[in-house]
């Protein structure tokens, strides 16, 4: 088994890394939890198991490589272990809980914080983020169990600690999480220069019409090259509700338009699945107009969440923006939607 610099030196050696030196000042963080990691456990019946070694919180803006250097460390670790995407995580959780509180149990939590620690010594998160109060609340003791267990936690996030559920409902609630978080684990900034994920799609194509066997192969193409064939399904619970993306790698989505628009979504659900991702790859928009009106409202009102938030959209469509709603009520509004999908096509879109 490889350190993880040297994993780190073989992916640049052979091509598929860039060397950046702001990556590589993470490495030795890496390299510390794997040796630490490495170290067999002795426990005594007279003494407490040592603490485990100190996990890592990276940082940093979109497409800065913490989701492929926390992946490499991962396959270079031997130890039981398991990788979530957060919100992966948080639905787990809320399932386990439910199952729980069904068994009468006082406590519903500790169930679910023991069937976590059973079997592993290292937690990988990707994209950890807090938004709702209910995940604040329960994110705080699950963590103790975690480190009481002996998990070894690195996750990534594009905000610090300190950001973490920023201005949310009674935070003061969340602030010993924050305070965990900051002595249980070593907070590393990653700032590299360049957004890598919007450089791969730098330059390429990201509207297709028409909707055709050709527009298909393209977008498989793409998505190809940035989920490498890994991907897995995301769940987004909101306000008691299931939106399921079909396939998500590395911050990147994948989803039909039935998927997301054919479907009693609203403004809530697309504003949480624009905080979830940074890229979606949006396939097969029919032609808009009185035979599709409710699906047409949902789709302006997705474009106006994925905008707002930035997000980078590859779609595949009917027609091009302009003739996309061409009759019907709506139409004459749906001209800033338009114009909305003109500008995100632009060369760099998204990296702001």
Not at 72 to 97: N, S, T
Not at 193 to 206: H, K, N, P
Request: glycine fraction near 6%; charge should be negative.
């Amino acid at each position: 088994m490889m350190t993880v610099t040297q994993a780190y030196d073989a992916a640049v050696t052979d091509g598929r890394l860039t060397r950046d030196p702001a990556q590589e000042g993470v490495l030795p963080e890496l390299d510390r939890i794997q040796a630490a990691l490495a170290e067999p456990v002795r426990k005594s019946l007279f003494r407490k198991a040592p603490p485990p070694p100190k996990g890592l919180y990276m940082w940093g803006g979109v497409g800065r490589g913490k989701s492929m250097l926390m992946d490499l460390a991962y396959a270079q670790m031997d130890v039981p272990k398991k990788r979530q995407h957060f919100h992966a995580f948080m639905q787990w959780v809320h399932a386990e809980i439910g199952e729980a509180r069904k068994t009468g149990v006082d406590d519903a939590i500790r169930p679910v914080a023991a069937k976590l620690t059973a079997d592993i010594r290292l937690l990988a998160f990707d994209e950890m983020q807090i938004s709702d109060i209910t995940d604040a609340m329960i994110v705080g003791r699950l963590f103790e169990a975690l480190f009481a267990a002996g998990v070894t936690v690195i996750t990534t996030s594009n905000r610090p600690p300190v950001d973490l559920y920023k201005d949310g409902l009674n935070r003061d609630i969340f602030l010993p999480f924050i305070a965990l978080l900051k002595d249980r684990m070593v907070v590393h900034e990653l700032a590299a220069a360049q957004d890598y994920r919007q450089g791969r799609l730098a330059g390429a194509e990201s509207y297709f019409t028409p909707v055709n066997a050709d527009s298909r192969a393209r977008i498989a193409a793409i998505w190809q090259d940035i989920s490498h064939g890994e991907s897995e399904p995301l769940t987004l619970r909101i306000k008691g509700r299931d939106v399921v993306l079909p396939q998500f790698h590395n911050g990147v989505a994948r989803a039909s338009f039935y998927d997301l628009c054919g479907k009693p979504l609203g403004a809530a659900d697309y504003l949480a699945l624009a905080d979830a991702v940074r890229v979606l790859i949006l396939e097969d928009v029919p032609s808009l107009g009185r035979d599709n009106f409710n699906e047409a409202k949902r789709f302006v009102t997705l474009i106006d969440a994925l905008y707002e938030a930035r997000v980078r959209l590859i779609c595949s469509a009917a027609a091009d923006p302009e003739y996309l709603y061409r009759e019907g009520e709506g139409s004459f509004e749906f001209a800033r939607t338009a114009s909305r999908l003109r500008e995100m096509q632009a060369d760099g879109w998204g990296s702001a």
